[in-house]
């Protein structure tokens, strides 16, 4: 639709946007069904539940994800536990990118090529985002070709569907993506969570359609967030979350509990809706405890 749209909540009107803008809104739940709409189209203000075609769009966008699910589900698997591999089956044709280093091993019908995907400033923006400023692509020459990816540290491989959400992830999170993933950065809008958030303010940001594979430190436990619910996490232990989740930060209550609590200042805090993937081992906090044991250092003797 070519219209310009405008809605209105709380006699609050807000617009123009653009049909794809709300679509995209009503999918994510920003946008609810007894919010108003108008366009030229409409002639009359509308519950945004009534509006014409919205609500089949977002149900073929589920159906097409569900769709993609199961082709993807059953062309991956995660091997290993402590040290995961993901071996991924390719069909004749089908391309993906990694982060650079990242493959183990590939069939011979596999064909490698390295791009700087972007350009120059899709180059520098991974690089800022703790990624290589090149890819690698990996494209099927026939049906049920194999690509092997390995993880960086101990922890876990998880997919994530982004033609459901935008997926905001820490540094270093991307380990790889069809090709219909976008990559690129996501910038803290808040100076307080860049400061004290644990994930500074350059974050990775996974949006497009299809699965991508990220890296998670430790184990993963995943939670759905109810619109305004909140959660406390220790500042470094958030994996990544959807869009939709406000990322914000909170100082620690009472003198004691900050200075003597062990949890540090400052908690991360995350509102629903959407959902979270947490951490249990965030790699700067494993590398804290090793660094005592290094050789030179006397508080490991």
Known sequence: MADQWYVSRQG?????????????AFRQGKLRDDDYLWSQSTGDWLQAG?????????AGDKQQAAQADSSTESNYQVLG????????????????????????????????????KGGVFGALKRQVSGESMFVNYFTGLADGAVVAFGHTYPGNIIPVDVSRS???????????????VDYDVYFQKRI?????????????KLSGSGTAFIEIDG????????????ISVETGSVGAFEESVSFNIERVKGIKNMFLGGEGMFLTTLTG???????????????AELFQYLPGNQSGK
């Not at 509006?51 to 977002?58: A, L, N, Q, R, T």
């Not at 992830?169 to 993506?177: E, G, K």
């Open 12 to 24: 609050k009107e807000k617009g123009p946007f653009k049909w794809e803008q709300i679509v995209s």
């Open 50 to 58: 009534q509006v014409p075609g919205i609500k089949g769009e977002v």
């Open 81 to 116: 536990s402590v040290m995961p591999m993901l071996e991924i089956k390719l069909r004749r044709d089908e391309r993906l990118y990694a982060q650079s280093g990242a493959m183990q091993w590939m069939d011979h019908n596999i064909k490698m090529d390295t791009e700087m």
């Open 166 to 180: 935008t997926i905001i992830c820490q540094r270093r999170a991307f380990l790889c993506a069809f090709e219909t």
């Open 192 to 204: 307080g969570a860049g400061f004290f958030g644990g994930e500074g303010f350059i974050m990775q």
């Open 219 to 230: 184990e993963c436990i995943e939670k759905q967030l109810a619109p305004g619910e909140k």
């Open 273 to 287: 809706p959407g959902k979270i993937w947490l951490q249990t081992m965030p790699i700067q906090n494993m590398t």
